[in-house]
């Protein structure tokens, strides 16, 4: 336990010391002034901590508080984001312990008085003052202008560079917020802090589709902050993977997340049970697989951006080149018939279906033959599906209570097999 507490200690007092890193010659990355500049780079890559502590710089002046918000917020976020290096040095038990002991450190170094629902609601009035001085709704509602005219221009682009600071220090706050919602005070400012993400999510499409996070594309929602989504290479990929009419109909009640439309890996995520975060860096990384593919070959240049199938069949190839072999070495038929008889929506599918299955294959993706065998099934099951007007759950993937898991199903009986 003693050194957990020495570690976490360390981590927080590295990012509060704001001479630590500049002394350290730690210069060949962008360094903010204040505290900001003294987030560690290695942190400031896994977490929104670095975006937050420099509006927190920016504000100094305007809020005599900031040190209370800097302190809380480096505690914070170090141990609530899932990303950072929490878990390397302690188990999730451990953190609301952890958690007091660092803010009773900090609040002695800092000299100020720990008072859980007076830094929350010191918090909740730093997110109104920053969206106020950066006129957010104001901002949003000329880039939404600039969008709708449907061309990406220098305008646009020097305005998404203004808002992209601004969004991601919001996104970091909003995500803060909403985890400490539950701790304020419900007839107070827990309430306040409620209705204001009720209203992001619910009345504010524009915003909350800022908020919602990705990797490299904005794929759930549509983005004033990221240039990406106009090219014509990743439209032209969005459009090829989106849900077409000859598909198996999807059921009325199931819901399509964020603010796009369906695609192929809504049905996936139906059939097969596979998690959602896991659908959503794996949409994300075939829209970039087959955009670069795009790019090699050449620009779209129409109104309405098209695939080439020289793109689709490069990738295609590519992912699926292990597969191939094993099939050839073992002298087993491949899952489907021939190349030439698949079409591009199949193609798609097929490739689509082995990063899901490596994507949530935990260790199991270490026995490259293991995936290719899990692969060889499922493929044929998805093929008898897309042959049927409706969809269903893929039997392999069915629980005992009904519900549909590949990660129950298919991976935990290896997983434990081989953890024996």
């Not at 209203?199 to 589709?209: E, V």
């Not at 392999?396 to 009904?402: F, L, R």
Request: charged letters at 25%; one cysteine or more.
């Amino acid at each position: 336990m003693a050194r957990v507490y020495d570690n976490w200690e360390r981590l927080v007092r590295a990012t509060l010391n704001r001479e630590q890193l500049r002394t350290a010659g730690l210069g060949h990355e962008r360094i903010g002034s204040g505290i900001a500049g003294a987030v560690p780079p290695s942190l400031g890559r896994t977490s929104n901590i670095d975006a937050i502590l420099q509006a927190a710089d920016e504000i100094q002046d305007e809020n005599p508080n900031v040190a209370r918000i800097r302190m809380f917020l480096s505690a914070v976020l170090l141990l609530n984001h899932e990303s950072t290096i929490a878990k390397v040095f302690t188990k999730q038990a451990l953190l609301p312990t952890t958690h007091t002991l660092i803010l009773q450190k900090l609040a002695k170094r800092e000299n100020v008085r720990i008072d859980r629902n007076q830094d929350i609601e010191q918090l909740w009035e730093f997110y109104k003052l920053y969206k106020r001085r950066h006129r957010v709704d104001d901002i949003q509602r000329q880039e939404q202008n600039l969008q709708e005219s449907g061309t990406f221009s220098s305008e646009l682009e020097l305005r998404s560079l203004e808002m992209r600071k601004v969004i991601a220090t919001l996104r970091a706050l909003v995500e803060v917020l909403e985890a400490l919602s539950k701790d304020a005070d419900p007839e107070g400012v827990g309430r306040l802090i409620k209705e204001e993400l009720q209203r992001i999510k619910k009345a504010d499409a524009a915003l909350s589709g800022e908020l919602t996070p990705y990797n490299i594309v904005p794929l759930e929602a549509p983005s004033l902050t990221n240039a990406i989504g106009f090219f014509p290479e990743v439209r032209g990929a969005i459009s090829a993977i989106r849900y077409s009419e000859q598909f198996p109909r999807l059921p009325a009640d199931f819901e399509i997340s964020g603010q796009r439309d369906a695609d192929m890996f809504d049905l996936l995520e139906y059939v097969f049970g596979f998690q959602k975060d896991n659908i959503r860096n794996q949409r994300e990384n075939i829209v970039l697989a087959i955009a670069n593919a795009q790019a090699r070959l050449g620009i779209p240049a129409d109104a309405d951006p098209k695939i080439d199938e020289k793109a689709i069949n490069e990738v295609f190839l590519k992912v699926l080149d292990n597969y191939i072999k094993w099939c050839k070495y073992l002298r087993k038929r491949l899952a489907w018939n021939s190349f030439q008889a698949i079409n591009r929506d199949r193609k798609l599918f097929l490739v689509s279906l082995y990063f899901l299955i490596w994507g949530e294959a935990a260790n199991v993706r270490f026995l490259p033959e293991c995936i290719c065998y899990i692969f060889h099934h499922m493929a044929k099951e998805l093929d008898a599906i897309l042959d049927h007007g409706e969809a269903n759950p893929a039997p392999s993937c069915i629980t005992e209570d009904g519900s549909v898991s590949f990660l129950d199903k298919i991976i935990r009986p290896i997983y434990e097999t081989m953890a024996l």
